[in-house]
């Protein structure tokens, strides 16, 4: 039985998950679904990326970005969760660091909340269901602006 080691070229393309200097973008989760996050968890750490931290909600997610910064890259947050929405949680962390990357994450059915978003200062936005390959090309071209 042939293994990698046979055929060292193939598929031998860098991970999306990591910067030049070979280390990887560090991403915080925020969403309020176990499920979701462990999704996107699932997703970006198979391309190389690191998820630092996750949230179940924006309070959460605000607090976790302050004591994690500057080692945070992105952050995927949810539009609708308890205690505080992905929108404001979105204003409160760009307040805090105005360059600070977040892709929203929404449901179908959403859009208003979404331009909402993006005009707030949101890099990109991905719909649920999760879509490996969307997920990964929203999140670095994030990451590339």
């Given at each position: 039985?042939?293994?990698?080691?046979?055929?060292?070229?193939?598929?031998?393309?860098?991970?999306?998950?990591l910067k030049d200097d070979g280390t990887p973008y560090r991403v915080l989760v925020?969403?309020?679904?176990?499920?979701?996050?462990?999704?996107?968890?699932?997703?970006?750490t198979s391309e190389g990326f690191e998820v630092v931290a996750t949230a179940p909600d924006g309070e959460a997610g605000v607090e976790k970005y302050k004591e994690l910064?500057?080692?945070?890259?992105?952050?995927?947050?949810?539009?609708?969760?308890?205690?505080?929405?992905?929108?404001?949680?979105?204003?409160k962390i760009r307040e805090f660091d105005s360059e600070a990357r977040v892709i929203m994450v929404s449901a179908l059915g959403k859009q208003d909340l979404v331009k909402d978003a993006l005009v707030k200062g949101a890099k990109n936005y991905i719909v649920k269901p999760l879509d490996r390959e969307k997920v990964l090309e929203r999140v670095v071209n994030s990451?590339?602006?």
């Open positions: 039985m042939k293994n990698k080691v046979d055929f060292p070229t193939i598929n031998a393309k860098t991970p999306d998950g925020v969403d309020d679904s176990m499920f979701v996050t462990k999704q996107i968890g699932q997703i970006l910064f500057p080692n945070v890259d992105l952050v995927t947050m949810d539009i609708t969760m308890p205690k505080m929405d992905g929108v404001t949680a979105l204003e990451l590339k602006k």
